[in-house]
């Protein structure tokens, strides 16, 4: 499966974004994850096949939205309240084999291109 994110960008702390990770197929578990420099992939969310179950990092619960249109094979990560530590490359992943939605970045064996955000104070 071939995977494409795209949405990033520069925004104010309090502000918001939506990134896109469009997908080659729609028969996959497909999960975000982020890198900021110098510190380890951390795990964002997560979304099932058929998009009705989620799974979220604590540090985004409450702010963050993950949703998938499997017509449109894309999957979206609506960011708010974004807050300067959210500040990383933002990677989509995904596997067809995942169980309960893996925060663990070995459970996925493809991935994208990442798109870097950005958050200033």
């Known amino acids: 499966v071939q995977l494409q994110a795209s949405g990033g960008g520069l925004v104010q702390a309090g502000g918001y974004l939506r990134l896109s990770c469009a997908a080659s197929?729609?028969?996959?578990?497909i999960a975000w994850f982020r890198q900021a420099p110098g510190k380890e992939r951390d795990f964002v969310a997560a979304v099932s096949r058929s998009g009705g179950s989620t799974n979220y990092a604590d540090s985004v619960k409450g702010r963050f939205n993950i949703s998938r249109d499997n017509v449109k094979n894309t999957v979206y990560l609506q960011m708010n309240s974004l807050k300067p530590e959210d500040t990383a490359v933002y990677h989509c992943?995904?596997?067809?084999?995942?169980?309960?939605?893996?925060?663990?970045?070995?459970?996925?064996?493809?991935w994208g291109p990442g798109t870097q955000v950005t958050v200033s104070s």
């Open positions: 197929g729609s028969t996959y578990t």
């Open positions: 992943a995904a596997d067809n084999n995942v169980v309960s939605l893996s925060s663990t970045s070995s459970r996925y064996r493809y």
